[in-house]
Every structure is written in structure tokens, then in C-alpha cells.
């Protein structure tokens, strides 16, 4: 029966088998301060937080977040300038933790899922470090010292938004420490101590004197108090011996003036001894306020004392300051020294170079003008050589030659100077002829001949050729005599001789 079972006990068992190992693999439980993730088969994960559950091996992952507090030191690693421009180092620490509500808790799960807390604490020190330096910039140094939950406060509001990009929840922020570059924050403490302890002197030697002030008055009161009891006493004690001297006047005259006299001398001792002794008391009245009055002077050249240290103290700080001051001024006075000399050195440069220039173009305008001067002076010299030519040339023509040159341009003379009767549109004529019978118009026209004949007359004078002669050539007369002689030159022919008969 046994081997009739075994066929159905080997599955059942190796069923059995495998189901212990899926409760034992699968089987899972969350502590309250993680979150187990369970994904792969499903499209959203199963969270588990402080409960058990199951994941189906080699189908589903588990993943774990954690869930507790974490310690961020949020230090500055460098000093910070505040609003008022000090450099400061702030030290704080934040509490956070991943939050509840289930769309930041997938938020976080993206950024620190299977994350130890101190790499937590790593990711997130930076965003909160640089939200705590932009509050820092936004804050003087006494408001940062004297208002740190206030301070705080800023850098968990300025965090929070980062922090909600992430899941976070930030549970608390505290300042820790805050030290400034060079100890200001040390000195704004023990400029306050010091203003205690003036005020604290000054109170104290307000008592002192008024104090004093009581005592002297007290004492002046019971002196006048007394002195004024021992003058009574001592006018009882007068008409006291008055009246017995008086009684004794009456049974004996004269031993009463005996013991008058006796009784006023008497008298006049204890009223010297009086004297004295209220002189003694005055005196010791006013030692003691003068004893007084000096205790005030000696704490009040105490206080003085103090009072100018500190001021002493205050005068060298600022000596210091106009120490430090008068040296950059005289490194910024050196260094604009030292630019202008450079600037002088390249304006120098420049003007050098401009001098070097102007000298090249004024010697390239020299040689220039020198080629122009040359070439003007050998023009000169050309034109001198051609006018000499012209001259020799001239004094090689005979009067004759010149003559015929003149007689070339006999025509031309006339004409210019008919030409201004071409140009008369009208003449109008008053008056009859003249004696010989000529009317205007042959006055007019006989200007003519006169200007020629005036003309030949000037070229005569000036050079000795008589132009009337020359023009007689080819009359009758000059046939006749057959030839022309011209004062001063040689004899030319200006017509055929008749053959001789």
C-alpha cells in the first residue's frame, strides 16, 4: 500500500518543500523606522512600515528606506559676509526625515532608496548649506547674534521648499555657534561690559557722594545743635551768678563786688573755654568733610582714570585705522605715480616717433623742394639760353630784315586799329565841313592814315628804319632812283634796274 502512495507522496512533499521556502523567502516584516518597498509585479509598489507581509521570490524585489531622524551638520566650511559685509562662520544642525504623506514618500524613494542615513545626511548637506549661506547675506551680524531662532526659523522656511522637491521633512534647525573673521562679535560683548562697569562706577560714586553730602550735613546739624545747648546753658549759668551776686550785693557791697568781680572773671574763663572748644569741634567738622570731599575726588579721579584708558584705548584703534588708512593712500598715490610715469614714457615714445616722422616728411619736402628748384633753374636757364639765341639772332638781321618783319605786320596793325570803326552801328554827324570843304565823314575815316603815319613816325625814333621809304618802293620815284638807302644799312635792291640805253 505504501508503494501505491509513493507515486502521490514524492509531489506532495516536494510541494510541501517548496512552499516553505516561499513562507520563508517571502516572508517579510518592516520595522517602524523603514519603509520596505515591494515592487515587480504590480504597477504601484506595496509599502510596508511597521507590519509583515509577503514578496514572491524571484518575481518581486524588495527595497528598503529608511525613516528615522537624521543629523545634518550644516557648517559653513568658509566665513559668510552678512548684510553689514563681516565675515562670519555659522555652525548648525538639522533634524529631518522622509516624509509621511505617500506622494513626497515616492519622492524620496527616487533619491535615497537602499540609503544609509549618514549618506543621507551627505546628499542633503549641501542644499541646506547653501540655503543657510542666502539667509546669512540677508542678515547683519547683531541681528544674527541677538535673534537665532529667528535665524533659524529663515533657514528652515528658505529649506523647506528644496527640501519638499526631495520628500524631506525638516523638524528643526538650531544654531549651534556663530564666530566672525576678526572677533567683532567679542568686542560688541566687551564694549557692553565695559558701559556696565561706567555705569556701574558712576552709580556707585553718585552714592558715595551723596552719602557723604548726608554725613557732613548731619554732622553740621549736631554741632549747631550743640553748640547752641552749651550757649544756653552758659546764659542760665550768667543770670544764675547774676542773681546770686545780686543777693549778695544786698548783705555785703563789697564783697559782692569782690565776688562780682570774682564771678565775672569766672565767667570770662569759661567763655574762652567755650570758645575754644566749639572753635575745636568746627575745626574737627570741617576736617572731617574735607576728608569727606577728598574720598570723592580720589574716586572720581578713579572713574577719570578709567574713563581715559578707554579713551586712550579708543584714540590708538583709530590712530591705527588712519595709520592703515595714510599707507593704502600712499600705495594708491605710488601706484598712480608709477602709471603716469609709465603714460609720460609712451606719450615720450609717441612724440619721438611723431618728431621722427615730421623729420622724414620735412626732408622728403626739402629734396623736393630742392628737385623743384632745380628743375625751375635749369628751365630758367633753358629759357635764358633760348632768349640769348634769340638776341644773337637778332643782331645778326640788318635793318633791312627787320624792316621786311615789320612790313609783315604793317597789315595786321592797321587792322587793329581800324577796328574800332568796325564796331560803330552809327555815327551821328553835327556840323558843316571845314575850310577846305571835308565833311565829318572824312574826318573820321582820315583818322586812319593819321594813326599810321604816326606809327611809322614812333618806328623810326626807335629803331632807325623808315617804314614811308620802304613803302616807296614800288613808286615811280623809287624806279627812278632805282633804289632805296636806309640810314645805318646796307643797300637793298627793291626794284629792277632799267637796262641802260
Same mark, same amino acid.
Given at each position: 500500500? !505504501? ?11 516536494l ?7 516561499? !513562507?520563508?523567502?517571502?516572508y517579510?516584516?518592516?520595522?517602524? &523606522? ?6 515587480? !509585479? ?10 509583515a ?19 545634518? &551638520?550644516?557648517k559653513?566650511? %568658509? ?17 529631518? @526625515? ?5 506622494? *513626497? ?27 543657510? @549661506?542666502?539667509i ?22 528658505? #529649506? ?5 522637491? $526631495? ?12 564666530? &566672525? ?6 568686542? $560688541? ?7 556696565? @562697569? ?10 558715595? @557722594?551723596?552719602?557723604?553730602?548726608? =554725613? ?5 546739624a ?16 550768667? +543770670? $544764675? ?18 565776688? #562780682?568781680?570774682?564771678?565775672? =572773671? ?7 573755654? =567755650?570758645?575754644?572748644t566749639?572753635n ?19 574716586q572720581?579721579?578713579?572713574? +577719570? ?10 584714540r590708538?584703534?583709530? %590712530? ?11 600705495? +594708491? ?7 603716469? +610715469? ?10 619721438e ?6 623729420? =622724414?616728411?620735412?626732408? /622728403? ?31 645778326k638781321?640788318?635793318? #633791312? ?21 568796325? *564796331? ?29 603815319a ?7 625814333? #626807335? ?13 615811280? &620815284?623809287?624806279k ?7 640810314? /645805318? ?5 627793291? /626794284? ?6
Amino acid at each position: 500500500m !505504501l508503494q501505491s502512495l509513493l507515486p502521490y507522496l514524492i509531489p506532495a512533499v516536494l510541494i510541501l518543500i517548496l512552499l516553505i521556502i516561499v !513562507l520563508t523567502q517571502g516572508y517579510v516584516k518592516a520595522p517602524p &523606522d523603514h519603509a520596505y518597498i515591494i515592487s515587480g !509585479l504590480r504597477r504601484e509598489p506595496r509599502v510596508l512600515i511597521g507590519r509583515a507581509g509577503f514578496k514572491i521570490p524571484f518575481f518581486e524585489q524588495l527595497d528598503k528606506l529608511y525613516l528615522g531622524q537624521i543629523t545634518v &551638520d550644516i557648517k559653513t566650511d %568658509e566665513y559668510i559676509p552678512t548684510n553689514d559685509f563681516i565675515n562670519v562662520m555659522v555652525d548648525a544642525v538639522a533634524k529631518v @526625515r522622509v516624509a509621511d504623506e505617500p506622494s *513626497q514618500m515616492k519622492l524620496a524613494m527616487r533619491n535615497f532608496l537602499n540609503k544609509e542615513p549618514a549618506k543621507i545626511a551627505s546628499d542633503l548637506q549641501d542644499s541646506l548649506q547653501g540655503n543657510m @549661506r542666502e539667509i546669512i547675506g540677508t542678515l547683519t551680524l547683531r541681528a544674527i547674534n541677538t535673534d537665532r531662532d529667528s535665524f533659524s526659523d529663515q533657514v528652515m522656511a528658505k #529649506a523647506s521648499k528644496d527640501m519638499e522637491k $526631495l520628500g524631506i521633512d525638516i523638524l528643526s534647525c538650531n544654531i549651534q555657534n556663530v564666530t &566672525d573673521e576678526h572677533g567683532l562679535i567679542q568686542d $560688541l560683548g566687551m564694549d557692553n561690559t565695559s558701559k556696565i @562697569r561706567k555705569d556701574a562706577s558712576i552709580a556707585k560714586a553718585e552714592a558715595e @557722594r551723596d552719602i557723604a553730602i548726608a =554725613q557732613a550735613a548731619a554732622d553740621k546739624a549736631s554741632n549747631d545743635a550743640r553748640v547752641l545747648a552749651e550757649t544756653e546753658i552758659a546764659q542760665k549759668n550768667n +543770670e $544764675l551768678a547774676i542773681k546770686k551776686a545780686e543777693l549778695q550785693k544786698a548783705s555785703d557791697t563789697k564783697k559782692a563786688e569782690a565776688d #562780682a568781680a570774682y564771678e565775672i =572773671q569766672k565767667q570770662e574763663q569759661q567763655k574762652t573755654i =567755650q570758645t575754644a572748644t566749639v572753635n575745636a569741634q568746627i575745626a574737627k567738622a570741617e576736617r572731617e568733610a574735607e576728608l569727606r570731599k577728598q574720598e570723592v575726588a580720589v574716586q572720581q579721579q578713579a572713574l +577719570e582714570a578709567e574713563i581715559n584708558k578707554k579713551a586712550d584705548a579708543d584714540r590708538y584703534a583709530i %590712530e591705527q585705522a588712519a595709520a592703515a588708512e595714510l599707507t593704502r593712500r600712499q600705495r +594708491e598715490a605710488e601706484a598712480k605715480q608709477y602709471e603716469q +610715469e609709465k603714460e609720460a614714457a609712451a606719450r615720450k615714445a609717441q612724440a619721438e616717433a611723431h618728431k621722427y616722422a615730421m623729420l =622724414q616728411e620735412a626732408e /622728403g619736402i626739402r629734396a623736393k623742394g630742392e628737385a623743384e628748384a632745380a628743375a625751375i633753374q635749369a628751365k630758367a636757364l633753358a629759357e635764358a639760353e633760348g632768349m640769348e639765341k634769340k638776341a644773337q639772332a637778332y643782331q645778326k638781321y640788318n635793318k #633791312a630784315a627787320m624792316a621786311e618783319m615789320m612790313i609783315k605786320v604793317l597789315p595786321e596793325i592797321a587792322g587793329k586799329i581800324a577796328e574800332p570803326l568796325s *564796331q560803330i552801328d552809327k555815327i551821328t554827324i553835327i556840323g558843316g565841313g571845314g575850310s577846305n570843304g571835308d565833311n565829318g565823314v572824312g574826318t573820321v575815316a582820315g583818322n586812319v592814315p593819321v594813326v599810321m603815319a604816326k606809327l611809322f613816325e614812333s618806328v623810326k625814333e #626807335a629803331t632807325g628804319v623808315d617804314l614811308a621809304e620802304i613803302m616807296k618802293a614800288e613808286t615811280y &620815284d623809287a624806279k627812278v632812283t632805282r633804289n632805296v638807302n636806309l640810314t /645805318g644799312a646796307p643797300d637793298i635792291v627793291l /626794284g629792277d634796274r632799267p637796262e641802260e640805253e
